[in-house]
C-alpha cells in the first residue's frame, strides 16, 4: 500500500452545499476543507488494480502523471472492486482512465463502457451500472447546458447503491461558474448541488488530488499546466521563465468527490 499518499485521504459526509448563485437559501454553506474530520476509508489490497496501474501496456506519458493523478489511491476511493460495470463519461482520445479501467475490467470478470453522448446512449441497460466515472468534464458541461441531462442519465444507468465517481480541476468556492468555467474550473459547491439536485447523496469528498501551489490564475487557464502545457495563444507566448514556474506547479487542483444513488432509488 502506499502509506503516505493515503494518509492524504480525507473523506466525510458533508451538511448541503450551496451553489452561490443558484443554491436554495435553505442550503448550508460548504465546509472549509481544512476542517474536515480525518476519516480514513476502509483500503484493501488489490492486486489486479496494482497491476492495471503498473503495467507496462500503458503509454509511458500516462504512468508519469501517476504520482499526480494517483490512479490506485483514487479508484480504491471511489470503490472500485473486482467484477463491476464501470461507466467511463467522455474518456477522450488519450484515454488515460480507461488504460486503467478496461484491462481491470478485462482481468476480473467486469465491464467497462466508454460513453461519449450519454443522453443518447449510456451503453447499458437502466439500472445495471455499478459506477459512472466523470473526470475533469463539469467545465465543459457547464458552459452549454449538459450537466442536468448528463446527470440525470447517470442517475438512470446505475443501480441502487451505484457510484458517481467525480474528479474535477477546483475554482475557488463561491465564484459564478459562468466566469470560471472557461478556464477549465469550477467551484465544488457547484458539482455537489448539482449532482444533489440529480438525486445523488454525497458520500464522501477528498483532498487526494489537491495542489496548494496551484493558484488559478493562469494565462491560458488550466491548459496552461501540464499535462497540456499550452504556451502559445492570442499572441501571447510564455517566456522561458514562465514556462518553468507553471511547470513547478505541476496538475491543477482538483476535487475529488464520491456520490451514491440511494438504495431506495428506482
Known amino acids: 500500500m502506499r502509506p503516505l499518499v493515503l ?9 448541503a452545499p450551496a451553489l452561490a448563485q443558484t443554491a436554495p437559501p435553505e442550503s448550508a454553506p460548504l ?4 476542517g474536515l474530520s480525518m476519516e480514513m476509508p476502509t483500503m484493501g489490497e488489490d492486486a489486479a488494480l496494482q497491476a492495471a496501474v503498473a503495467s507496462t501496456t ?3 506519458a500516462d504512468r508519469a502523471r501517476d504520482s499526480q493523478r494517483h490512479p490506485f489511491e483514487t479508484l480504491t ?7 463491476l460495470t464501470v461507466v467511463e463519461i467522455e474518456p477522450g482520445r488519450a484515454g488515460w482512465w480507461r488504460n486503467i479501467l478496461e484491462p481491470y475490467a478485462a482481468a476480473t470478470g467486469g465491464r467497462y463502457v466508454a460513453v461519449g453522448k450519454p443522453t443518447e446512449s449510456m451503453g447499458v441497460e437502466d439500472g445495471t451500472a455499478d459506477m459512472v466515472v466523470v473526470a475533469r468534464a463539469f467545465h465543459n458541461w457547464s458552459r452549454d447546458g449538459r450537466a442536468e441531462p448528463y446527470l440525470a442519465a447517470f442517475f438512470k444507468a446505475l443501480k441502487p447503491g451505484g457510484v458517481l465517481a467525480v474528479e474535477q480541476h477546483r475554482s475557488v468556492d463561491g465564484l459564478n461558474v459562468a466566469d470560471v468555467a472557461p478556464t477549465g474550473y469550477v467551484p465544488e459547491s457547484y458539482v455537489i448541488h448539482a449532482a444533489r439536485s440529480a438525486g ?6 477528498s483532498e487526494l488530488n489537491a495542489n496548494a501551489k496551484d ?4 494565462p491560458f487557464g488550466v491548459w496552461t499546466l501540464p499535462p497540456t502545457r499550452t504556451s ?10 514562465e514556462r518553468a514556474g507553471f511547470d513547478a506547479i505541476g496538475e491543477s487542483d482538483r476535487m475529488t468527490l464520491r456520490f451514491r444513488k440511494p438504495e431506495a432509488a428506482n
Open 58 to 60: 500503458r503509454p509511458e
Open 232 to 241: 502559445e495563444r492570442n499572441g501571447r507566448t510564455l517566456t522561458a521563465e
Open 77 to 83: 476511493f471511489w470503490g472500485l472492486q473486482p467484477g
Open 31 to 34: 465546509p472549509h476543507r481544512q
Open 215 to 218: 493558484d488559478r490564475d493562469h
Open 7 to 15: 494518509a492524504a485521504l480525507l473523506a466525510s459526509a458533508l451538511a
Open 200 to 205: 445523488f447523496e454525497l458520500e464522501a469528498r
